[in-house]
């Protein structure tokens, strides 16, 4: 079975503070994909990142990196120099391609992240 | 402007009332979900149609009614809702389950439900 770990249920930081939201996963399959989504006031989700099991290289976007460790199994999210407008809920998911899951994606529960002036 | 449009973006029904629902999506996708944010509560995968066809009911309750006539399109029907059904409904679509490239999904604005 699948799951996704957001341990971090709430986090808090000031404007241009770095901040990390953590994200573990359980997974049997050997081939899947992982993704992490923000979801702003608004209340859609917005697609951020997708990342599958064989590229290990970290990403990085602007502001936002991706750390993937798949000894620790661990997806990792980091925003460098906060800003008010990074406030949301992010999620972190995860899609295995094989089995009775294929294609279907699990989420964590969710970091809400917010970043004060 | 996400890809796919919920409609509409709020509404409050009592709990005799039945309403519908709307999620439309001009991507090209083939697979459609339903899902429940109640608030400080996870994603609740409701359903999921691929293809047009029911693939998924998460023990959904039967007061909860989707209807997906094409891959286009896809509908909750609502009746008889009790209080505890007010949430965030998001629509979502992805690409054929099992295409192997998989590209995530995209989400609606969602439908902020009351129910009173």
């Known amino acids: 079975a699948q799951k996704v770990t957001q341990a971090q249920t709430e986090i808090s930081v000031v404007e241009k503070e770095d901040v990390t939201l953590d994200c573990v996963y359980e997974t049997r399959d050997t081939t899947y994909y992982l993704f992490w989504y923000k979801q702003p006031p608004s209340g859609e989700l917005v697609f951020l990142i997708r990342?599958?099991?064989?590229?290990?290289q970290n990403e990085i976007s602007g502001r936002y990196s991706w750390n993937f460790q798949k000894s620790t199994s661990s997806f990792n999210f980091t925003i460098t120099a906060s800003q008010v407008v990074d406030s949301a809920v992010y999620f972190c998911?995860?899609?295995?391609?094989?089995?009775?899951?294929?294609?279907?994606?699990?989420f964590g529960d969710g970091t809400t992240l917010t970043v004060k002036p | 402007e996400t890809g796919v449009t919920q409609t509409p973006r709020h509404l409050v029904m009592g709990m005799t009332n039945k309403k519908s629902l709307k999620c439309e999506q001009h991507?090209?996708?083939?697979?459609m979900y339903w899902y429940k944010q109640s608030a400080k509560k996870p994603l609740e995968l409701m359903f999921v149609?691929?293809?047009?066809?029911?693939?998924e009911n998460n023990s959904v309750p039967s007061r909860f009614s989707p209807e997906c006539p094409n891959s286009s399109h896809l509908f909750l029907h609502l009746h008889t809702l009790q209080p505890e059904d007010s949430a965030l409904y998001l629509c979502a679509s992805s690409q054929d389950r099992h295409d192997r490239g998989f590209y995530g999904y995209t989400f609606g604005s969602g439908t902020r439900l009351t129910v009173v």
């Open positions: 990342r599958n099991s064989f590229d290990e």
């Open positions: 998911a995860l899609s295995e391609v094989r089995g009775t899951n294929a294609g279907k994606s699990t």
């Open positions: 991507l090209g996708h083939n697979a």
């Open positions: 149609y691929n293809f047009k066809e029911q693939t």
